[in-house]
């Protein structure tokens, strides 16, 4: 961000007590500082209350960042590295988000980092516990 800061996000069910961290670089910041929001989200159907639809998502977001040609290509460029493509099967993907929250990363947090693993370690993907500290920064209304 313009700040400085960093940031990760996630999504994870709602009752999840853990996420998946795929790489060293994802919650390592140094010098910046670094926060991780975590999207609580379920499965559903297309046609469901809330309901959003990945592809109409993706088709949305490539639309708000036509403008910057870089921002696009990047963007893009990341999706492919995701495994994600257009695809029929897609469609019927749905999740209604149900909260956000965030995380200030920071010494306490549980993390590792690419100044804490032994020399001769390039990349690690691991899973962390949620540490009970989360802000809810939006919650879904009933």
Same mark, same amino acid.
């Given at each position: 961000?313009?700040? #400085?800061? &960093?940031?990760?996000?996630?999504?994870?069910?709602?009752?999840? #007590? *853990?996420?998946?961290?795929?790489?060293? #670089?994802?919650?390592?910041? $140094?010098?910046?500082?670094? =926060?991780?929001?975590?999207? &609580?989200?379920?499965? *559903? +159907?297309?046609?469901?209350? +809330?309901?959003?639809?990945? *592809?109409?998502?993706?088709?949305?977001?490539?639309?708000?960042?036509?403008?910057?040609?870089?921002?696009?290509?990047?963007?893009?460029?990341?999706?492919?590295?995701?495994?994600?493509?257009?695809?029929?099967?897609?469609?019927?993907?749905?999740?209604?988000? =149900?909260?956000?929250?965030?995380? $200030?990363?920071?010494? *306490?947090?549980?993390?590792?980092?690419?100044?804490?693993?032994?020399? +001769?370690?390039?990349?690690?993907?691991?899973?962390?516990?949620?540490?009970?500290?989360?802000?809810?920064?939006?919650?879904?209304? $009933?």
């Amino acid at each position: 961000l313009p700040s #400085g800061t &960093r940031i990760e996000v996630k999504t994870a069910e709602p009752a999840a #007590g *853990t996420v998946r961290i795929s790489s060293l #670089g994802q919650l390592d910041g $140094e010098p910046d500082k670094v =926060r991780l929001f975590v999207v &609580r989200a379920e499965k *559903t +159907g297309a046609l469901a209350p +809330g309901a959003v639809e990945i *592809t109409r998502l993706v088709s949305r977001l490539q639309e708000r960042l036509s403008p910057d040609a870089d921002a696009l290509a990047d963007f893009d460029s990341f999706l492919i590295l995701m495994g994600w493509h257009e695809h029929v099967s897609h469609e019927a993907f749905a999740m209604r988000p =149900r909260s956000i929250e965030a995380y $200030e990363i920071d010494s *306490t947090f549980p993390r590792v980092t690419r100044q804490t693993v032994p020399v +001769g370690v390039v990349d690690v993907e691991y899973e962390i516990l949620l540490p009970k500290s989360a802000s809810t920064i939006w919650q879904a209304v $009933e």
